[in-house]
């Protein structure tokens, strides 16, 4: 039941506060909750739900509350939701990212559709 998404403490820590910076959703607490993240990938590069939390970060960054340009913030969100699915393929908050970026950015409604189809069967 209880899965540890990384060892090392440290990281987790720096997890925790990048959600509680990403919470607020204001631009300057985003940027503070995508530098708590980078730390926590460099603390475990395998950390998939650190990476997700990178991908969320920035597509709200291109979107209305963020104020920045989606061309800049998402292709490096979807490159955040790409390594954590890399790493952890039943990630949900990585799939969830991606989707995000893929209706959101990429337009890919196709692609949305057949991962919605495939997880109903």
Not at 14 to 22: N, T
Not at 94 to 117: E, G, N, Q
């Given at each position: ?98 989707a ?6 990429d ?15």
């Amino acid at each position: 039941m209880t899965r540890h998404h990384t060892e090392n403490a440290e990281a987790y820590q720096l997890y925790l506060k990048g959600r509680y910076y990403w919470n607020h959703r204001t631009t300057e607490s985003l940027d503070k909750g995508i530098e708590h993240f980078r730390q926590a990938t460099d603390k475990d590069p395998n950390y998939a739900l650190a990476y997700a939390g990178l991908s969320e970060s920035y597509s709200v960054l291109g979107s209305s509350i963020g104020g920045l340009s989606p061309r800049e913030t998402f292709p490096k969100a979807k490159a955040g939701a790409l390594q954590a699915l890399k790493i952890d393929d039943t990630l949900a908050e990585a799939h969830a990212a991606l989707a995000l970026v893929r209706m959101r950015y990429d337009w890919d409604w196709s692609a949305l559709r057949a991962k919605s189809s495939e997880r109903l069967r």
